[in-house]
């Protein structure tokens, strides 16, 4: 069975979520054992763009099947005019992966992976050009087409199965990992990168991910303002759609010297950023999953999150879950978890035991078997 993958997603040169996402579990899964008669065919499309430089050489069980059209070309011939197949550009595959909602065009079965539906339930969060990409895919068709639709929690699958009609069985959830680079970092680490991003001494809450207006930074803002105490807030992530308000709320804040923002932070640098914080806030108003909160596990720090979607599937009682829409709630538990040693390391040690149970070895073990699954299917 020849199985053409899209990974148009890691062609991002500064990678988050569904990018990360996409790298780490093809990673897992190539490092698996190839079952017989099974060949990965890579499809991208990167005029102008560097290509990935993480992927593994060619070999006879995967090929590179890269391409170099205009990619505002290739994607209105593929929204209107239903070519090229992708099993064309991929030597003939019999099944098409896509780790993200895109742009396709085939005629032979796909499974599909949908991190969230934010764009669903709240299309107040996105941009005029985010909207009308979403519209051009036409997700709903593309997800009743699918043979399988893989979500990344079960939220997600629920989220799914309500919006789009989809039966429960059609839907799998296969959850992103985290990885072994993550678990607690020493002390000379954490010193490195409090050097490196000139945090000094002073403790800080952190946040870390892309900014926008889901992730609900102005909201961080305000409840560290009510904040007693020398700690600092550290807003660390790459710029998103809309984020302006964010830099503005920030710069009229009574407390805008205590609050430090770093930009992109490089995959080699996160684990310690996360594990020198006192704790990772993270009231998000919706996530598909929550990366973030994992990773931040994983390094032992304490976690401050939403209870809105995902969040309290993937926190659980590892840390402090929060209503997104109430500041007075996330003041309280940031000082509480500032204020509270012994709470901390419960937190600590909680979601250490939490983040162990997310392996990227166990969501590539899920995927190789929807593939065994799908053998076959017309």
Known sequence: MRIGIDIRPMLETKRSGVAIYTARLLDALFARQTPAGRVYALFCNAYGRPLPADLPPPSPTLEHRFHHYPNRLLNASLAFLDAPKIEDLTGGADLVYLPNLNFVATARPIIVTVHDLSFERYPEFFSAKQKLWHALVRPRRLLRQAAAVVAVSE?????????????????????????????????????????????????????????????????????????????????????????????????????????????????????????????????????????????????????????????????????????????????????????EETLRQRCSERGLARARSYGWEISAERLDKLFSDMAGVK
């Open 155 to 339: 939220h997600t699958k629920t989220d799914i199965v309500e919006t789009y009609g989809l039966a429960p069985e059609r839907v799998r959830v296969i959850s992103p990992g985290v990885g072994g680079e993550f678990f607690p970092q020493g002390e000379e680490e954490k010193k490195r990168v409090r050097d490196k991003c000139g945090l000094g001494e002073t403790p800080f809450f952190l946040f870390l991910g892309t900014l926008e207006p889901r992730k609900n930074v102005e909201g961080i803002i305000a409840a560290f303002e009510k904040l007693s105490g020398p700690a600092n807030l550290v807003i660390a992530g790459g710029k998103g759609w809309l984020y302006r308000k964010i830099f503005r709320r920030a710069a009229d804040s009574p407390a805008k010297d205590r609050i430090k923002f770093l930009d992109y932070v490089s995959e080699a640098d996160k684990p310690a950023l996360y594990a020198a914080a006192t704790a990772l806030v993270y009231p998000s108003f919706y996530e598909g999953f929550g990366m973030p909160p994992l990773e931040a596990m994983a390094s032992g720090t304490p976690v401050i999150a939403s209870q809105a979607s995902s969040l309290g599937e993937v926190v659980g009682d590892a840390g402090l879950l929060v209503d997104p829409d109430d500041i007075a709630e996330i003041a309280d538990a940031m000082r509480t978890m500032s204020d």
